[in-house]
């Protein structure tokens, strides 16, 4: 039989990258590199391969006729078109589960960085500041309010830890979670108002653009601590680097932003910031095992078998 023929949506990790090119012909990019050769090799392309950051619209698809699936390596695919997916009888996966505690460590990480204020503190040794005298005094997390906007896989498992620390925790999303012990507030700017730290972890796309805005960060308050490791699109940018500027926010520390890799200066410059480069599912392990159930994917479709991770809007079709 003729091998599968695949595109890749934009630059992939070498793991999943190289595999992709051991089990199948795969076409690099072309719809930004070789408009020309996409159009010649439309015909035959199969799938999508694509990573969390990857863009695929509804016009990427229509220009391939025979497109069976989209399979995502990352939870996150706000990306992708899954309505002009659904309406072509696209398959969309995605790695959901694998990276949940990876991101819970990344998120309790960055409290502490930014309560602590660890990495000034590694600066200020190696400037030599030491030898003049102490840092100026951190704050204290263990303790104190959590609140986590979002309660999915992964927020649990940031609350799970939270509690060794002896915070107490709160949250927000669609509706309230009966099964959960935790505290249900109605809104983002209700939970922010009643909390220390605020850790953003809900799902990217439209229905929840900047929906941490000046409002809830101005309940926060000078005293809070903002914490996203979810999606950049999820912050007001403008708002965020207005309050931490003005002293309506008390610090932040992000692991993703609304133009990435672009950082605002703004944000680079302030010395209560904490900052890193989308680092949140980022170990070897973790990496490996997206890769594998995004190969994993593939190759169930392939061989006629169900998926193994549709995304939530498609579960019912992988049957």
Known sequence: MPAIEIL????????YFDRLKTDYVVHERLHDTDPAALQAAAPRIRAIAASGESKVPGELMARLPRLEIVSVMGVGYDGVDVAAAKAR?????HTPDVL?????????????????????ADRYVRAGQWLNGPMPLARKMSGSRLGLVGMGRIGKAIAHRALAFGMSIAYTARSAK?????????????LAAASDFLV???PGGAGTRKLIDAEVLA?????GILVNVARGSVVDEAALVEALTSGKLGGA????????????????????????????SATRETRQAM???????????????????AVPELRAAKA
């Not at 309940?219 to 005293?223: E, Q, R, S, V």
């Not at 992000?254 to 302030?270: C, G, H, M, R, S």
């Open 291 to 309: 890769a594998d159930l995004a190969l994993a994917n593939l190759k169930a479709h392939f061989e006629g078998r169900p998926v193994l991770t």
């Open 178 to 190: 009966a099964e959960l012990p935790y505290r249900f507030e109605p809104s983002a700017k209700a």
């Open 253 to 280: 520390a992000l692991d993703v932003f609304e133009n990435e890799p672009n950082v605002p200066q703004a944000l680079i410059d302030l010395p209560h910031v904490v900052l890193a480069p989308h680092i949140g």
């Open 200 to 202: 953003v972890i809900t």
């Open 100 to 120: 949940n505690d990876e991101v819970a460590d990344t998120a309790i990480g960055l409290m502490l960085c930014a309560a602590r204020q660890l990495p000034a």
């Open 219 to 223: 309940a926060l308050g000078p005293k």
């Open 89 to 93: 009888g696209v398959m969309v996966t």
């Open 8 to 15: 890749t949506a934009s630059r992939l990790p070498p793991l």
